[in-house]
């Protein structure tokens, strides 16, 4: 049983930054791949960025450059550093954990740009 909390989300004007915490805690021995996704209304969900089983860092084309994923893994904490945030960039931010052969979801938090 894993459990993930995200927290930081919230409303910033165009070409600020925010700093997307995901807290993961239960029965974690090893983290397979983690990664953050958001959701924007009327849209699918979409992988942002992601560090697979293998330690390899992904990102979306939109967001490279702009955002940083980091661990902590003393913490078991999954960050997103949103840098240059543009409206587009407004949705639901999800974080993503697989560990144990199982997938589990955080219940999101919202990230709102203004221009």
């Known amino acids: 049983q894993v459990q993930l909390v995200e927290s930081g989300g919230g409303l910033v004007q165009a070409g600020g930054s925010l700093r997307l915490s995901c807290a993961a805690s239960?029965?974690?021995?090893?983290?397979?791949?983690m990664g953050w996704y958001r959701q924007a209304p009327g849209k699918q969900r979409e992988l942002v960025a992601g560090i697979n089983s293998g330690g390899v860092i992904n990102y979306a084309d939109s967001v490279k450059g702009r955002f940083t994923i980091s661990r902590d893994n003393a913490k078991n904490t999954l960050y997103l550093q949103m840098n240059s945030l543009k409206p587009e960039d407004t949705a639901v931010y999800y974080c993503?954990?697989?560990?144990?052969?199982?997938?589990?979801w955080g219940k999101g938090t919202l990230v709102t740009v203004s221009s």
């Open positions: 239960g029965s974690i021995f090893s983290i397979n791949a």
């Open positions: 993503k954990v697989i560990t144990g052969g199982w997938g589990y």
